[in-house]
């Protein structure tokens, strides 16, 4: 199982970025796929999830996301994207991408994530 980030970049505040989260070895729609996010010097946090495609693609987001970002899978290209917008500079951090497979380190929105990607850096600066 092996997961991959992309999509990431410098972007001015109120810019917008869509970050991608490609998958082998496993069907994405299969599990919840998380993006998570870890500044400097701040511990990891849970950004959105999207539940299975036998769980109804549910979607949840953190609080501080505030109807900016929308989380949507592609299950032809086995892919999971999140669509950011009105980026802010406090959301400048790396971006990882994470699935619920047994053996997770991580809670959010009541699911347990693991199976980390590499992530990709978005920085929000003018």
């Known amino acids: 199982v092996q997961l991959q980030a992309s999509g990431g970049g410098l972007v001015q505040p109120g810019g917008s970025l869509r970050l991608s989260c490609a998958a082998s070895g496993f069907r994405l729609d299969s599990r919840a796929t998380g993006w998570f996010r870890q500044a400097p010097g701040k511990e990891r946090e849970g950004v959105s999830c999207i539940s299975s495609s036998s769980s109804d693609d549910r979607t949840y987001y953190a609080d501080f996301v505030e109807g900016r970002f929308t989380i949507s899978r592609d299950n032809a290209k086995n892919t999971v994207y999140l669509e950011m917008n009105s980026l802010k500079p406090e959301d400048t951090a790396v971006y990882y991408c994470?699935?619920?497979?047994?053996?997770?380190?991580?809670?959010?929105?009541?699911?347990?994530?693991?199976?980390w990607g590499q992530g990709t850096q978005v920085t929000v600066s003018s």
């Open positions: 994470a699935t619920d497979l047994p053996g997770g380190s991580m809670w959010f929105k009541g699911y347990l994530f693991g199976s």
